[in-house]
């Protein structure tokens, strides 16, 4: 497994984040397809055909999210960032998940039939109760090179 740009977005996922900064999701897999099946899914419907959503005491998925485009010229690039870190308080501890994966998404339209994959990143952890706590890299969740 490993993290990857879905092909439904690739080219133009930061124009995406660009024109619609607050609509910017976060999901967590607890199943989750093999990358190759995975990467071709073109909404979060595809997705969830594939992979099984977590649904582990005090899940939601995070909705409303400012995303970032930066320019960077000097190293000629677009990177795409969500504010780091996104927490999950009291995850678990009742009903827990073994989770797999984390699924950027750019909600357009409200449903998830039209709620766009933008990237998808590895997220091995058990929820036990404790806060969960996803810190992104410092460039952003995604880079156009």
């Not at 967590?28 to 977590?54: N, P």
Request: proline share 2%.
């Amino acid at each position: 497994m490993a993290d990857f740009v879905f092909n439904a977005t690739k080219g133009k996922f930061a124009e995406k984040v660009a024109d619609a900064t607050t609509s910017v999701g976060i999901l967590l897999l607890k199943t989750a397809e093999s990358d190759a099946l995975m990467r071709d899914r073109a909404t979060i419907t595809a997705v969830l055909s594939g992979s099984t959503e977590a649904n582990f005491t005090n899940y939601a998925r995070k909705t409303g999210v400012t995303g970032t485009v930066t320019v960077d010229n000097t190293n000629d690039r677009v990177d795409v960032s969500v504010p780091s870190p996104q927490t999950w308080t009291s995850a678990g501890g009742t009903l827990d998940n073994t989770l797999a994966k984390l699924i950027v998404f750019l909600d357009e339209g409200g449903t998830d039939g039209t709620r766009i994959p933008l990237s998808a990143h590895d997220c091995v952890v058990t929820t036990n109760g404790t806060n969960l706590i996803v810190t992104f890299n410092a460039a952003g969740f995604a880079r156009a090179a």
